[in-house]
T-cell receptor
Framework: DAMVIQNPRYQVTQFGKPVTLSCSQT?????MYWYQQKSSQAPKLLFH???????NEADTPDNFQSRRPNTSFCFLDIRSPGLGDAAMYLC????????????FGQGTRLTVV | AQSVTQLGSHVSVSEGALVLLRCNYS??????LFWYVQYPNQGLQLLLK??????LVKGINGFEAEFKKSETSFHLTKPSAHMSDAAEYFC??????????FGTGTSLTVIP
C-alpha cells in the first residue's frame, strides 16, 4: 500500500547530540511537511517542501533543519537537541493538484536525555 | 488567515451514546475541512474531509460531519460511541494545500 513511513518510531538521543529523523513516501506527493507535536497539543508545523522549494515557518528554531534529496525522502535534522525538543515528530505529504489532503506517517517519538 | 477552534478539550460519553465534537473555522476563502483521529503514539489518520458539494460528509468508522457555512462550523458526530473510538480528534483547515492548520484537539473518552 502507498504510504508515509517514518523511521525510527522511537528515538532516544543525548542532550546536544545531533539527531536525524527520516520520512519516506510512496504516494509521489510533491509536498512534504514536518510537524512537532508535544503532549496534548496540536501538531505545529515546522517547515514544508513544495517539490524542492523549502518553506520555513517563521517561529521554527534554527536548531531544526531539513533536507529533501528527492521526491520520496525527507529528513529532519536537530543540530543540538534540548530537553524542550522532546516530542512526537510527524511527517506528512499532500499534493497541490486535486483535493488537498494531508497523509501522515506514524510519527517518531523523540526522547532527549 | 485561517484557523480552527475546537470547543471542549475533553469529552466523555457513554458507550452507545451520541458523539458530538465541535469545530468552528475561520477562513477568508472557501475552506477545505478535515477531521483526523490520533491514537496514542500514532500518527494522524484521516476520518473525513469536506471539499465542495454535499455538506454532509461521511467518513470511516461511522463518523460524519456537516459543513455549515452560516455557522462556520464543521462538527463531527457519530450516532453510537464504541470503546474503540476513544482517541484524540483534530479538526484542520486548508485552502491552498500548502499549510494545514490544526485545532488544539479533543480527547474523547468512552465510558463502558
Amino acid at each position: 500500500d502507498a504510504m508515509v513511513i517514518q523511521n525510527p518510531r522511537y528515538q532516544v538521543t543525548q542532550f546536544g547530540k545531533p539527531v536525524t529523523l527520516s520520512c519516506s513516501q510512496t504516494l509521489n506527493h510533491n509536498v512534504m511537511y514536518w510537524y512537532q507535536q508535544k503532549s496534548s497539543q496540536a501538531p505545529k508545523l515546522l517547515f514544508h517542501y513544495y517539490d524542492k522549494d523549502f518553506n520555513n515557518e517563521a517561529d521554527t528554531p534554527d536548531n531544526f533543519q531539513s533536507r529533501r534529496p528527492n521526491t520520496s525522502f525527507c529528513f529532519l535534522d536537530i543540530r543540538s537537541p534540548g530537553l524542550g525538543d522532546a516530542a512526537m515528530y510527524l511527517c506528512a505529504t499532500s499534493t497541490k493538484s486535486g483535493v488537498y489532503t494531508a497523509f501522515f506517517g506514524q510519527g517518531t517519538r523523540l526522547t532527549v536525555v | 488567515a485561517q484557523s480552527v477552534t475546537q470547543l471542549g478539550s475533553h469529552v466523555s460519553v457513554s458507550e452507545g451514546a451520541l458523539v458530538l465534537l465541535r469545530c468552528n473555522y475561520s477562513s477568508s476563502v472557501p475552506p477545505y475541512l478535515f477531521w483526523y483521529v490520533q491514537y496514542p503514539n500514532q500518527g494522524l489518520q484521516l476520518l473525513l474531509k469536506y471539499t465542495t458539494g454535499a455538506t454532509l460528509v461521511k467518513g470511516i468508522n461511522g463518523f460524519e460531519a456537516e459543513f455549515k457555512k452560516s455557522e462556520t462550523s464543521f462538527h463531527l458526530t457519530k450516532p453510537s460511541a464504541h470503546m474503540s473510538d476513544a482517541a484524540e480528534y483534530f479538526c484542520a483547515v486548508t485552502n491552498t494545500g500548502n499549510q494545514f492548520y490544526f485545532g488544539t484537539g479533543t480527547s474523547l473518552t468512552v465510558i463502558p
